[in-house]
């Protein structure tokens, strides 16, 4: 199936040429960009997505590529163009093509890109049994609450993390506190049965997963404390897991060799990831969540 994507202004195919020698985002990483789950034909959390998508622009003071409504639009017909039953929608807005200078040009014109790719959410042994995940420096810029394009740390630190035979890598500040993943945002229950998170502060990105998951939590009656937690904290908590777009809500069970409660999903973390996946039009994967699944007989 040819992959159709829109590029500024026109739909063409993904693997036309279409990048600009000089558009700014090619040259500098000067944008942002989303990641919408898009299930059934539908994307999920369009809204939150574009509402921070705008927050994003703002505070990079690059103006919007048009209206929210002409977006949506233009997403809803990419994926139509592109019929896949479960895929991830990306929206790129660069600050556009200049000659190449740091100051931001004054008559450039933001370039909008939108396109449609194959999803690969967490295996079913993954979301059951949980997963292992690496410590990495926290070397990314101070305004990592901008979703900006900018992703080399993370990528060097996934690698690091991927070539050791782990899933992700967690972002560890000098003093020891945890940010975020490299692609998701990190929660913890603490000996108390507290779901702790990081607060969506300058130092990590405020994620969509993570904001719908805050309020299944609430309306769950789980206690929520949007507080920081440090690598020597992991020591004593009950249960540990991702979430994001397409890491849904993710079981973590070792950290660096160490064990995270009893080594296998806690109850907090198997309930979230039913609702989750209830909410995001996934039911059909919220069976992987009900029960921890046996280890496999050696």
């Known amino acids: 199936m040819t992959r ?12 036309a040429p279409a990048v600009a020698a000089e558009d700014r985002g090619y040259q500098f990483g000067d944008g942002v960009y989303e990641m919408v789950k ?35 639009a233009i997403a809803r017909e990419v994926i139509r163009r592109n019929p896949l039953r479960h895929a991830t929608l990306y929206i790129q807005v660069t600050r556009g093509i200049a000659p190449r200078a740091h100051p931001f040009p004054a008559s450039a014109r933001p370039v909008l890109t939108v ?10 042994e993954e979301r059951a049994r949980g997963v292992a995940v ?29 070539e050791r035979g782990l899933r992700e890598a967690l972002f560890v500040e ?27 502060d300058r130092r990590i990105l405020g994620g969509i997963t993570r904001q719908v998951v805050l309020e299944l939590a609430e309306r769950a009656g789980i206690p929520v404390d949007q507080r920081p937690f440090t690598v020597d904290e992991l020591d ?29 999903p806690g109850p907090i973390t198997r309930l979230l990831g039913r609702l989750y996946a209830e909410h995001s039009g996934l039911g059909a994967l919220a069976g992987d969540y009900a029960q921890v699944a046996p280890e496999p007989k050696s």
């Open 38 to 72: 898009v299930i059934d034909g539908i994307p999920r959390d369009l809204d939150r997505h574009l509402a921070r998508l705008a927050r994003s622009l703002r505070e990079l003071a690059i103006p919007a590529p048009t209206s929210p409504a002409v977006l949506q």
């Open 236 to 264: 004593a908590a009950r249960e540990l897991f991702l979430t994001g777009t397409t890491s849904l809500v993710l079981p973590v069970v070792r950290v660096e060799g160490r064990t995270i409660g009893a080594g296998i």
């Open 174 to 200: 000098a003093d020891g506190t945890i940010t975020e993943a490299t692609a998701a945002n990190v929660f913890l229950v603490d000996a108390r049965g507290v779901l702790r998170t990081h607060p969506a």
């Open 4 to 15: 159709i994507a829109y590029v500024d202004g026109r739909y063409r195919r993904l693997d």
């Open 115 to 124: 396109a449609v790719r194959r999803v690969a959410f967490p295996t079913a």
């Open 134 to 162: 690496a410590l990495a420096p926290e070397i990314r810029w101070q305004r990592r609450d901008i979703k900006s394009i900018n992703l080399l740390p993370n990528l060097l630190a996934r690698q690091q993390a991927l």
